[in-house]
């Protein structure tokens, strides 16, 4: 018979009852040091004063009221968005996929409303994941998200990842943007070079279509930049972002230059959540912190503490590891057993650490880490390899 939950995400046995920062506590009272973050999305640990309070104190007042009336602390969210981004304009949406969905919308609407309706088509790289939906997953293009669901929606094309020559060659006059995510997340924690991106930004000028970034999953000061692509010195014209934005709360957000984003005349895209009062009170408390000066730099530090210690347990045991991807606190550790095996041995040693594609073991802790959080971390994968390089 089947369980009442449907069942797309196997059948998990861990339940918690409780989070506070880094931990979270399991019904049958173990503690666990949460290295997974709800995949990326506990940017700020869990149950964080600051956004319990911003959010407490929205629900006292108002909870929803639709976009047809003005929401204040939606105009404030987008203008610090605005302000502290590439960004002259953002909209607020629920999720990463519908983020990257609205992005697929604009490039289309771009083009379109410049009088070029036939480049309505988006280049995407191997490896990618944008999302759930029809378009995200056709914009994915990864068989096992496809299988089932076709006809696919038309409109991608796929290049490999990192090849500038297949990335020329692929556009068309057809084209109207290319989609790449920074730092490639479910695919395997895997970073684009600087010098990709700085090319990717030359090639949209050059053919007059979009870059269009999805920083969901590597964005919101994960990589010790608010966004990731600001360490090449580049900007997108569209960026679509979400996971830790919310800090658990969900909140999607696209942010656009000027060009596209005027595309988007009234009524030509809308969501009923979509930048609520409550997800965007805990939005702004979520920037309150990131924004505040010194944090970003100290996600630098301790990403670097954590890297060099995965590094040397990834030279230390060459039969379990075989490097470290990544970018900041973004970080993969890539597995010769099955993932799942060094995965299974850090949660019984009280460690929640998440699998990503290319046989990785992703880190994506909250950006409040402390070194002696990455220190009982790094113990408990130790232990973990120790055992696997013993069997
Ligand atoms: C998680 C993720 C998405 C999808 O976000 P949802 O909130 O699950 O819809 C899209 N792109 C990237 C890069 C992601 O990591």
Known sequence: MIAPVMPTYGAPELAFEKGEGVY???????????????????????????????????????????????????????????????????????????????AIKMARK??????????????????????????????????????????????????????????????????????????QGEGGIRPMSLDYLKALREIADEFGILLMLDEVQCGMGRTGKLFAHEWAGIEPDVLATAKSLGGGFPVGAVLAKEGPASAMTAGSHGSTFGGNPLAMAVGNAVLDIILADGFLARVDAVARRLWSKLEGLSEKYPTVFEGVSGAGLMVGLKCIPPNSTIVDKCTEGGLLVVGAGSNMVRMVPPLIIEDEHVDAAMAIVEKAASELAAE
């Open 110 to 183: 771009y083009h379109s409303a410049n009088g070029n309706p036939e480049r309505y088509r988006v280049i995407t790289c191997d490896g990618a994941f944008h999302g759930r939906s029809l378009a995200t997953i056709a914009a994915g293009g990864q068989e096992k998200h496809l299988v089932g669901f076709g006809p696919v929606v038309d409109g991608f094309d796929h290049v490999a990842f990192g090849n500038l020559n297949e990335m020329r060659a692929a556009i068309k006059p057809e084209t109207a943007a290319i989609l790449v995510e920074p730092v």
């Open 24 to 102: 979270l506590y399991a019904s049958d009272g173990r503690r666990f040091l949460d290295f997974g973050a709800g995949i990326a999305v506990a940017g700020l640990g869990h149950c964080h004063p600051h956004l319990i309070e911003a959010l407490t104190a929205q629900a006292e007042k108002l909870w929803h009221c639709s976009n047809l009336y003005q929401i204040p602390e939606q105009i404030r969210l987008a203008e610090r968005l605005v302000a502290a981004s590439f960004a002259d304009s953002v909209f607020f949406n629920n999720s990463g996929g519908e983020a990257v969905e609205l």
